[in-house]
């Protein structure tokens, strides 16, 4: 199974802050990498698939990058609605695995 | 729009099955693979398998093989998993997600709401 590892599991963030959440493959997966966001008691929300392209109606404040192994999650200006966990998975191998989450908190 | 409707909360007996159902509605539901996913209180997202909507051909986490069923209905667009042999460390929200395609790639793109199972004697 691809390991899928991310960093920091929890950060402290002021609203209008940029944020970035690293996740890394344990083999190269291309670009076939998702991001999802959750808030609590909610289900998931998609917000990038292939990498780095947006979900429809996913606002361009969030940005995906990288491929292979190591990717990133940037929230360009960090607002209320943002403080949420966020998780990558990748999608290139069955089992589908996810990433353990980052917590983004409100400093 | 997209819909995932799933059925409601379960309290489950230790060695006792559950079967929760996932509505889809507002797109061609054959054209679409569904998977569940589920989520132990205060962890993360453990993916269990998925569906071939239209011909009902499955693929199982190793870790569920012989404990999970996934069926689909298509005259009511619904698809079910079915966990058997319930044990404590099964509690957790279940979710149904569908899979969507785009240029060369399928990945999840829709999520139910899920449907909280507790096992508890």
């Known amino acids: 199974d691809i390991q899928m590892t991310q960093s920091p599991s929890s950060l402290s963030a002021s609203v209008g802050d940029r944020v970035t959440i690293t996740c890394r493959a344990s083999q190269g997966i291309t670009n076939y990498l998702a991001w999802f966001q959750q808030k609590p008691g909610k289900a998931p929300k998609s917000l990038i698939y292939?990498?780095?392209t947006l979900q429809s109606g996913v606002p361009s404040k969030f940005s995906g990058s990288g491929s292979g192994t190591d990717f990133t999650l940037t929230i360009s200006s960090l607002q209320p609605d943002d403080f949420a966990i966020y998780y990558c998975q990748q999608y290139i191998n069955y089992p589908l695995t996810f990433g353990g989450g980052t917590k983004v908190e409100i400093k | 729009q997209v819909q995932l409707l799933q059925s409601g909360a379960e309290v489950k007996k230790p060695g006792a099955s559950v079967k929760a159902s996932c509505k889809a509605s507002g797109y061609t539901f054959a054209n679409y693979y569904m998977h569940w996913v589920r989520q132990a209180p205060g962890q993360g997202l453990e993916w269990m398998g998925m569906i071939n909507s239209s011909g009902g051909t499955t693929t199982y986490a190793q870790k569920f093989q012989g404990r999970v069923t996934m069926t689909r209905a298509t005259s009511t667009t619904t698809v079910y998993m079915e966990l058997s042999s319930l044990r404590s460390d099964d509690t957790a929200v279940y979710y149904c997600?569908?899979?969507?395609?785009?240029?060369?790639?399928?990945?999840?793109?829709?999520w139910g709401q899920g449907t909280l199972v507790t096992v508890s004697s």
């Open positions: 997600a569908r899979e969507g395609c785009s240029g060369g790639s399928c990945y999840i793109d829709y």
């Open positions: 292939a990498a780095s």
